[in-house]
């Protein structure tokens, strides 16, 4: 696929050097896998310690005089979102998102673009500091980069920390369709603000809207998506993030979506010690479990990892904890239909109800789902079903992990006596709240009869009229 001695330089003969120097652009490194890639070590221009993209990877590069040169490509892909679960996508080098791109504060950069779309695409580095016809806005920066063309941009990554880029062409499409990747520029040296650590992660958050059945993001959605995804993958299709124990870690997240996300951590504290302007002054810190990451934005989390474990790690918003959901199903909770959804579904195959004890019960439930969808929140922990899909994975804290080592430790195995347990005793009488308080105020109106309602949701009918 490509010629890693070749690309990379290092220990390049005589001849291949020569063959570098007659090939303008750099040959495109691409990714036919969405696993998690190791970190890429840095074997040319300065040292640092590279992240780890989940379900993703870094885009190696190759010196030319002191630059680094790198090659996206802009292109149709399938993108595996969960095994058995692909959707047609458009991403940058074979997947999507595209590679993360690693360099150093004050590295020179250069960065071909080739557009194997249908469409003028660009591609804006989100929160650099770079010269004004670099910054990849179509028509305001730059002329559209044309398909089958390649554009070249160059420029000094002047400000370490966390970025992203997308393009600023027919973005609504474009990013839809999930054209988007991570950028990380490392500090020189030692920085007052950036601290060294064990494990530095990364991933976007992005959402399609994707009919169960089909297999192509509808790109009008605004706000009724129905796969809120990682970098492209949904629980149970993304990875773990496994730590060691006492190790410091950073997370990075950038938000491509159109709506906030609450990413939310168990068992531990972590500081906000960087946005996408920068590094955060130290007096500014606070510790956070859930940090909302809102539209356009990038948070960068740190925290010890002291308690051992399997530790939830999702957003906040339960509904984006969720796949491939479809509106406009009733709330059925304490509604007894036993055996009426499977009657109609000999009438009509593809007929869904919510369970009557919540929607739970339908990962359990045996039904014949439509071709190319995913199940709308499957994944088997190891105490029975996970009733989640979507935006959540699990931090896996364990002792005696290697540096750099981030295989699936498996399930953590709970000292005896330390998981809650089913109790055996007998029941006394449980408090309950008796009355709920008049009021500041008398109301003006009382109605004739008491009105009691039941909550609904997921409702249908708020949906249907915006
Ligand atoms: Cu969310």
Known sequence: MFNRRLFLGGAVGAASVSKVAMAALPEPVLQDKPDTMPPLEPSTGRPYRPVLTLNGWT?????NQGVKEFHLVAEPVVREMAPGFKAHLWGYNGQSPGPTIEVVEGDRVRIFVTNKLGEVTSIHWHGQRLPNGMDGVTGLNQPGIPPG????????ARRPGTF???PHADEMVQMAMGMMGFWVTHPKGKHPLIDEVDRDICFLLNAYDIDPGSATPKIMTMLDFNLWT????????????????????????????????????????????GTDGGPTPKSTRRY???????????????????????????????HHTMNAMGHGVPTLIGVDHTGVASKIRKLIPDYMVMGERGMKDMTEMDMALPDNTAPMMAGQGPFGAI???????????RKGLKPGDYRDPGWYQHPPGTVAY???GSLPEPTRSKAEGVGSMPRVQQPKTDVEVTVRKPGASSHQHH
Not at 149 to 156: A, L
Not at 247 to 252: G, L, Y
Not at 294 to 318: N, P, T, Y
């Open 230 to 273: 990682w970098n492209s993958r949904i629980f149970p299709g993304i990875d773990p993030l496994v730590v060691g124990f006492k190790d410091k870690v950073r997370i990075r997240i950038g938000n491509l979506t159109m709506t906030n996300h609450p990413i939310h951590l168990h068992g531990h504290e972590f500081l906000v010690t």
């Open 149 to 156: 063309k390649t554009y070249v941009y160059e420029f000094v």
């Open 288 to 318: 956070e479990i859930t940090e909302d990451v809102a539209v356009g934005a990038m948070r960068q989390i740190e925290f010890l990892a002291d308690e051992e474990g399997d530790w939830a790690f999702h957003c906040h918003k339960s």
């Open 59 to 63: 885009l190696p590069w190759r010196m």
């Open 387 to 397: 009733g989640m899909g979507g935006m959540f994975s699990v931090v896996k804290v």
């Open 164 to 166: 992203m880029y997308h």
């Open 422 to 424: 089913e109790f055996s």
